[in-house]
């Protein structure tokens, strides 16, 4: 593993606001690295085989990606497992996703990614990984976290070439990216404040600074694949209640709602027949 040192210049995210990078810039790591910021800040870069690799290859390959609006409108396709948060218009009560339930060997198989994730956490960032999994332990019931990491939540991005764009709502600072891609070019991610950019070749994983670095990813070329494997748990998550109290919420707002809706229904229905008498009365 090669080590290197990165100066930081902080820039506004103003500067490239609805923008993808054009291409990679400064220095452009393709192998095994360590790097260090002048203000301490590490980011890590490792180009996988073997085990862990090869279960991303299989989510990729085995799982039905739907599609997704994103933030600035951006179109994407993917998968997600484990907790969501409450939607009070769409579902308003924490749940395990659509695809936890319906792809129970995916799900399983993300599990064990989230573990190795972690694992490489602790390996190379004993201190963070160390806190970020007592925040997640305190802020969210333990009841959803299965596999005891401070990742909750994981998504399987296909072929999406994200803006450039700070990470927001999330736990932790550090953000962690793992690559599947075959048949594509482009998608390097790309640190203009660092003058740094990642190769993204297939089987590369990377670990850094989500919510200080800026950073976005090169337009990508082919009909070939690239997904991108996250792991994260959402601030949102720290109002979920524990698993069998969410659900005896969810009976209790559905019945509410459905009260009330029965009330709205049964009231109609009075004021028309009140409007029919009147018309009778009338003739």
Known sequence: ????????????????????????????????????????????????????L??????????KAIDNNRTMGARTRSSIFGLLPRNPIRHNYCRFSQHSH???????????LNKMVFNLYKEHF????????????????????????????????????????????????????????????????????????????HGAFAIFNGKKFIHGCTPLIGNGIRGSLVFYSMDQCRNCLGRQAEHERYKQVESARNRSKFSTETKDL??????QEAKRGRK
């Open 54 to 63: 090869q279960l991303a290859e299989q989510v990729c390959r085995e799982t």
């Open 270 to 275: 009075l004021k028309r027949a009140v409007e």
């Open 102 to 112: 319906t792809e129970r060997g995916n799900f399983h198989r993300m599990l064990e």
């Open 126 to 201: 004993p201190t963070e990984a160390t806190q970020s999994l007592v925040n997640t332990l305190e802020a969210v019931d333990r009841s959803w976290n299965i596999v005891k990491t401070p990742f909750l939540t994981m998504n399987v991005n296909f072929n999406h070439a994200i803006r450039y764009h700070r990470d927001a709502g999330n736990f932790d600072a550090y953000s962690n990216v793992l690559v599947v891609k075959k048949g594509m070019e482009g998608g390097e991610l790309v640190f203009p404040e660092l003058n740094l950019t990642l190769s993204q070749r």
């Open 1 to 52: 593993m090669i080590k290197l040192r990165a100066t930081y210049d902080p820039q506004s995210l103003e500067l490239y606001k609805n923008s993808n990078p054009e291409r990679p810039i400064g220095t452009l790591i393709d192998e095994d690295a360590l790097i260090e910021t002048n203000e301490g800040d590490k980011i890590l870069y490792l180009i996988l085989k073997g085990p862990m």
